[in-house]
């Protein structure tokens, strides 16, 4: 049973060092996951960044253009010169952030492609205002081509723009379901570890507690009688020996009775050992019903007891305490009609007559002997008060 337990106990310790490992696995999957979100969210924020900045670029070189044909005047070709110096470096940005994006090419072909049409034609008017003066420039500017080609990116950049704002909502709500999931996971295992472990520690538990039940009896059954559940001459020595190492206090009197039963074997001989054990049981139960509950009362082995009696108070109680055992067992009626049975009783006290456990068992054997030997007295004087014949 003790290397089952321990298996059991094992098992407790697999589980728990299961769920520890779970919880770590989906503790790095989270830690693993959301590192990812912050990357895709990040370069997205940042292809957005590039997208705005490519079309801001582009307006100011619209903006440029328009203030040059109107004025003349170079000065307010300043931003175009700025926008033209920034243009590359945007449409590299772009490049870079998308090259791990190939199913968004042709969106971002388009892009490019219009962004270098709007520069082309910028340059085209830009030049026909210093050559050909205003009028020839507004005409240009008229026919609505750079127009379209501007609406046009930013129809362009703003689709694009809902594309990364979708990836990154996107990306939130798997982070969040990741989270779901690994939440429930954990419960789930969590709920069964802690299902299992319970039920290992109750079967571990119920066979502590059956061991400890079965080494309770055994216990009990090394210091008891198995028939009729006294103490046996073990406990009853034990009992002696710690009664009497110490020392009476004074004033203080130790009694031990031993009871033979008369007429037993005729009991036994007759009716057969099943109405010998009943009969043993019951001069048992009627000895129990005149002690007192600190008395000791034992079995000893076959028909003989022994009585225990801790703080006798006169020497006058001896002989009423003997007077009591020999009616009680006077009053059982025999089976089946067969002779009456008696005790013969001996009585050593401590530390009147002896000095040791020993000598109180051996003197206590001697008188019973002496009382089988002689007449029955009927008030029970048995003992140091008795003449023994």
């Given at each position: 049973m003790?290397?089952?337990?321990?298996?059991?106990?094992?098992?407790?310790?697999?589980?728990?060092t299961?769920l520890?490992?779970g919880?770590?696995?989906l503790?790095?999957r989270?830690?693993?996951e959301?590192?990812?979100r912050v990357q895709?969210?990040?370069?997205s924020e940042?292809?957005i960044?590039?997208?705005?900045t490519l079309?801001?670029?582009?307006q100011?070189?619209?903006?440029?253009q328009?203030?040059?044909?109107i004025t003349?005047?170079?000065?307010?070709?300043?931003?175009?010169?700025a926008?033209?110096?920034?243009?590359a470096?945007?449409?590299g940005?772009?490049?870079?952030?998308?090259?791990?994006?190939?199913?968004?090419?042709?969106?971002?072909?388009a892009?490019?492609?219009?962004?270098?049409q709007?520069?082309?034609?910028?340059?085209?008017?830009i030049?026909v205002?210093?050559?050909q003066?205003?009028e020839?420039a507004?005409?240009m500017?008229?026919?609505?081509v750079?127009?379209?080609?501007?609406d046009?990116?930013?129809?362009?950049?703003?689709?694009m723009?809902?594309?990364?704002?979708t990836?990154v909502?996107?990306?939130?709500q798997?982070?969040?379901?990741t989270l779901i999931q690994?939440?429930?996971a954990?419960?789930?295992?969590s709920?069964v570890?802690f299902?299992?472990m319970?039920i290992?520690?109750?079967?571990?538990?119920?066979?502590?507690?059956?061991?400890q039940?079965?080494?309770?009896?055994l216990s009990?059954l090394?210091?008891?009688d198995?028939?009729?559940g006294l103490?046996?001459r073990?406990?009853?020595?034990g009992?002696?020996?710690?009664a009497?190492s110490?020392?009476?206090?004074?004033?203080q009197?130790?009694g031990?009775f031993?009871l033979d039963?008369?007429g037993?074997k005729?009991?036994?001989?007759q009716?057969?050992h099943?109405a010998?054990?009943?009969?043993?049981?019951?001069v048992?139960?009627?000895?129990?019903?005149v002690?007192r509950?600190?008395d000791?009362?034992?079995?000893?082995?076959?028909?003989?007891?022994a009585?225990f009696m801790?703080?006798?108070?006169?020497q006058?109680?001896?002989?009423?305490?003997?007077a009591?055992?020999?009616c009680?067992i006077?009053?059982i009626?025999?089976?089946h009609?067969?002779?009456?049975?008696?005790?013969?009783?001996?009585?050593?006290?401590?530390p009147?007559?002896?000095?040791?456990s020993?000598e109180?068992?051996?003197l206590?054997?001697?008188r019973?002997?002496q009382?089988?030997?002689?007449?029955k007295n009927?008030l029970?004087?048995?003992?140091?008060q008795?003449?023994v014949?």
């Open positions: 003790m290397w089952r337990t321990d298996m059991k106990w094992a098992g407790v310790m697999v589980l728990l299961a520890v490992i919880a770590l696995v503790s790095y989270e830690q693993a959301g590192d990812l895709a969210r990040d370069a940042q292809r960044s590039s997208l705005k079309l801001s670029i582009m100011d070189i619209e903006s440029g328009r203030g040059f044909v003349g005047l170079d000065e307010y070709l300043e931003p175009y010169d926008a033209l110096l920034r243009l470096g945007a449409i940005s772009l490049r870079q952030g998308y090259a791990g994006q190939p199913h968004l090419r042709l969106e971002m072909a892009i490019y492609r219009l962004a270098d709007k520069k082309e034609r910028a340059a085209s008017v030049a205002r210093r050559t003066g205003f020839a507004r005409e500017m008229l026919d609505r750079g127009k379209r080609i501007m046009a990116l930013r129809s362009e950049i703003a689709f723009t809902s594309i990364e704002h990836h909502l996107k990306s939130e798997d982070y969040a379901a690994s939440r429930r954990f419960l789930f295992l709920a570890t299902v299992s319970g290992l520690l109750w079967l571990a538990a119920r066979e502590m507690r059956a061991s039940q079965a080494n309770a009896r009990y090394a210091d008891h198995p028939l009729t103490a046996n073990r406990f009853l020595h009992t002696l020996e710690q009497l110490a020392g009476p206090l004074p004033g009197r130790h031990l031993i039963l008369d037993f005729a009991v036994n001989d009716l057969g099943e010998g054990d009943r009969l043993l049981v019951e048992a139960d009627r000895l129990k019903a002690t509950a600190s000791v009362l034992a079995r000893l082995g076959g028909d003989e007891f009585l801790p703080d006798l108070s006169f006058s109680e001896d002989q009423e305490i003997t009591r055992l020999r009680a006077a009053l009626d025999p089976p009609h067969a002779a009456r049975i008696s005790a013969s009783i001996g009585l050593a006290v401590f009147d007559e002896v000095r040791s020993s109180l068992l051996r206590a054997d001697e019973m002997y009382d089988k030997r002689g007449a009927p029970g004087q048995t003992g140091p008795r003449a014949s």
